[in-house]
Protein backbone atom coordinates (compact mmCIF):
# COMPACT_ATOMS: atom_id res chain seq x y z
CA UNK A 1 0.00 0.00 0.00
CA UNK A 2 2.57 2.38 0.95
CA UNK A 3 4.59 1.58 -2.27
CA UNK A 4 2.38 3.44 -4.85
CA UNK A 5 2.60 6.21 -2.89
CA UNK A 6 4.85 9.61 -4.13
CA UNK A 7 7.75 10.62 -1.76
CA UNK A 8 5.73 13.68 -1.18
CA UNK A 9 2.85 11.68 -0.06
CA UNK A 10 4.90 9.52 2.34
CA UNK A 11 6.22 12.88 3.57
CA UNK A 12 3.22 14.94 4.36
CA UNK A 13 1.74 11.12 5.95
CA UNK A 14 5.04 11.02 8.08
CA UNK A 15 4.45 14.63 8.90
CA UNK A 16 0.68 14.41 9.59
CA UNK A 17 1.52 11.34 11.49
CA UNK A 18 3.83 13.05 13.58
CA UNK A 19 1.76 16.06 14.49
CA UNK A 20 -0.70 13.49 15.84
CA UNK A 21 1.99 11.82 17.48
CA UNK A 22 2.92 15.49 19.24
CA UNK A 23 -1.38 16.25 20.02
CA UNK A 24 -1.31 13.05 21.81
CA UNK A 25 1.47 12.65 23.57
CA UNK A 26 0.78 16.60 24.54
CA UNK A 27 -2.35 15.21 25.70
CA UNK A 28 -1.52 12.56 27.49
CA UNK A 29 1.86 13.37 29.19
CA UNK A 30 3.11 16.58 28.70
CA UNK A 31 0.16 18.82 29.74
CA UNK A 32 -0.06 16.92 32.82
CA UNK A 33 3.66 17.12 33.68
CA UNK A 34 3.53 20.73 33.22
CA UNK A 35 0.28 20.80 35.58
CA UNK A 36 1.80 18.56 38.27
CA UNK A 37 4.95 20.79 37.92
CA UNK A 38 3.07 24.15 38.68
CA UNK A 39 1.36 22.46 41.72
CA UNK A 40 4.44 21.29 43.37
CA UNK A 41 5.79 24.87 43.00
CA UNK A 42 2.99 26.17 44.73
CA UNK A 43 2.41 24.08 47.35
CA UNK A 44 6.86 24.08 47.88
CA UNK A 45 5.51 28.48 48.24
CA UNK A 46 2.93 27.63 50.79
CA UNK A 47 5.28 25.35 52.69
CA UNK A 48 7.61 28.19 53.11
CA UNK A 49 5.09 30.33 53.75
CA UNK A 50 3.62 27.96 56.58
CA UNK A 51 7.53 27.42 57.90
CA UNK A 52 7.73 30.98 58.38
CA UNK A 53 4.49 31.49 59.80
CA UNK A 54 5.41 29.00 62.43
CA UNK A 55 8.44 30.75 63.64
CA UNK A 56 5.91 33.53 64.57
CA UNK A 57 3.73 30.85 66.95
CA UNK A 58 5.45 31.34 70.19
CA UNK A 59 4.81 35.37 69.96
CA UNK A 60 1.19 34.99 69.15
CA UNK A 61 0.70 32.50 71.93
CA UNK A 62 1.99 35.14 74.11
CA UNK A 63 0.16 37.63 72.75
CA UNK A 64 -3.00 35.60 73.43
CA UNK A 65 -1.90 34.27 77.04
CA UNK A 66 -1.44 38.39 77.89
CA UNK A 67 -4.70 39.06 76.44
CA UNK A 68 -6.54 36.13 77.98
CA UNK A 69 -4.49 37.02 81.61
CA UNK A 70 -5.88 40.79 81.18
CA UNK A 71 -9.62 39.81 80.42
CA UNK A 72 -10.29 37.13 82.66
CA UNK A 73 -8.62 38.46 85.98
CA UNK A 74 -10.24 42.10 86.00
CA UNK A 75 -14.54 42.61 85.51
CA UNK A 76 -15.34 45.44 83.41
CA UNK A 77 -16.43 47.59 86.34
CA UNK A 78 -12.66 47.45 88.09
CA UNK A 79 -11.58 48.56 84.59
CA UNK A 80 -13.68 51.78 84.33
CA UNK A 81 -12.54 52.17 88.28
CA UNK A 82 -8.69 52.01 87.28
CA UNK A 83 -8.87 53.80 84.17
CA UNK A 84 -10.85 56.58 86.69
CA UNK A 85 -7.82 56.46 89.14
CA UNK A 86 -5.29 56.48 86.70
CA UNK A 87 -6.47 59.64 84.58
CA UNK A 88 -7.24 61.40 87.62
CA UNK A 89 -3.85 61.26 89.40
CA UNK A 90 -2.07 61.59 86.23
CA UNK A 91 -4.58 64.87 85.65
CA UNK A 92 -3.75 65.79 89.63
CA UNK A 93 0.30 65.40 88.76
CA UNK A 94 0.21 67.19 85.06
CA UNK A 95 -1.79 69.96 85.71
CA UNK A 96 -4.72 68.87 83.71
CA UNK A 97 -8.25 68.51 84.90
CA UNK A 98 -10.76 66.20 84.27
CA UNK A 99 -14.17 67.47 83.80
CA UNK A 100 -16.61 64.75 82.87
CA UNK A 101 -16.79 61.44 84.79
CA UNK A 102 -17.44 58.34 82.49
CA UNK A 103 -20.93 56.97 83.18
CA UNK A 104 -21.57 53.48 82.86
CA UNK A 105 -22.53 52.57 79.30
CA UNK A 106 -22.51 48.99 78.67
CA UNK A 107 -23.75 46.11 76.08
CA UNK A 108 -24.90 42.60 76.82
CA UNK A 109 -24.45 40.44 73.93
CA UNK A 110 -24.54 36.49 73.55
CA UNK A 111 -21.59 35.46 74.76
CA UNK A 112 -19.54 39.30 75.08
CA UNK A 113 -20.12 42.09 77.43
CA UNK A 114 -18.91 45.39 75.90
CA UNK A 115 -18.45 48.22 78.48
CA UNK A 116 -17.45 51.85 77.06
CA UNK A 117 -16.41 54.86 78.82
CA UNK A 118 -15.73 58.48 77.81
CA UNK A 119 -13.31 60.75 79.64
CA UNK A 120 -13.13 64.59 79.06
CA UNK A 121 -10.06 66.20 80.45
CA UNK A 122 -9.20 70.07 80.12
CA UNK A 123 -5.37 71.11 79.90
CA UNK A 124 -2.65 71.63 77.55
CA UNK A 125 -1.83 69.70 73.99
CA UNK A 126 1.24 68.62 75.45
CA UNK A 127 -0.02 67.64 78.59
CA UNK A 128 -3.14 65.93 76.94
CA UNK A 129 -0.75 64.26 74.60
CA UNK A 130 1.34 62.23 77.46
CA UNK A 131 -2.02 61.22 78.88
CA UNK A 132 -3.22 59.76 75.99
CA UNK A 133 0.19 58.05 75.59
CA UNK A 134 -0.04 56.37 79.06
CA UNK A 135 -3.54 55.45 78.72
CA UNK A 136 -2.53 53.53 75.36
CA UNK A 137 0.65 51.76 77.13
CA UNK A 138 -0.80 51.03 80.44
CA UNK A 139 -4.28 49.65 79.06
CA UNK A 140 -2.81 48.44 76.49
CA UNK A 141 -4.95 44.93 76.44
CA UNK A 142 -7.90 45.37 79.25
CA UNK A 143 -9.06 48.99 77.92
CA UNK A 144 -8.27 49.82 74.04
CA UNK A 145 -8.57 53.72 73.01
CA UNK A 146 -11.14 53.46 69.83
CA UNK A 147 -11.81 57.32 69.82
CA UNK A 148 -9.85 60.38 70.57
CA UNK A 149 -11.01 64.17 70.11
CA UNK A 150 -9.32 67.19 70.54
CA UNK A 151 -11.19 70.15 70.75
CA UNK A 152 -11.08 73.63 71.81
CA UNK A 153 -14.28 76.13 73.76
CA UNK A 154 -13.24 79.39 74.45
CA UNK A 155 -14.46 80.59 78.16
CA UNK A 156 -16.59 83.66 77.64
CA UNK A 157 -15.97 84.67 81.50
CA UNK A 158 -11.62 84.46 81.44
CA UNK A 159 -12.17 85.31 77.54
CA UNK A 160 -9.37 82.45 77.23
CA UNK A 161 -9.85 79.27 74.83
CA UNK A 162 -9.75 75.61 76.32
CA UNK A 163 -8.17 72.59 74.84
CA UNK A 164 -10.35 69.42 75.69
CA UNK A 165 -9.27 65.72 75.28
CA UNK A 166 -11.97 63.07 74.64
CA UNK A 167 -10.79 59.83 75.09
CA UNK A 168 -13.40 56.74 74.65
CA UNK A 169 -12.39 53.36 75.68
CA UNK A 170 -14.13 50.00 75.29
CA UNK A 171 -13.00 46.90 77.46
CA UNK A 172 -14.51 43.61 76.22
CA UNK A 173 -15.04 40.36 78.33
CA UNK A 174 -16.10 37.06 77.52
CA UNK A 175 -18.95 35.50 79.69
CA UNK A 176 -19.23 32.22 80.52
CA UNK A 177 -21.96 30.09 78.80
Known sequence: MFDKLTYSKKITLL?????????????????KTIRLYKDTEIKKEKL????????????????????????RTSDSSSIRDQLNAFISDFSENNHCWVTEIPEK????????????NQFVIKGSFHELLKLLNAVETNFNY????????FYSLKDLQS?????????ITQSFRQENP
Open 142 to 149: SAKVVSVK
Open 159 to 167: KKTNLFLKI
Open 15 to 31: MGGFLLFIVIAWQLVFA
Open 48 to 71: TWLKEKEKEIPAIQSQMNLLNKAY
Open 105 to 116: NSYHGSQLDVQT
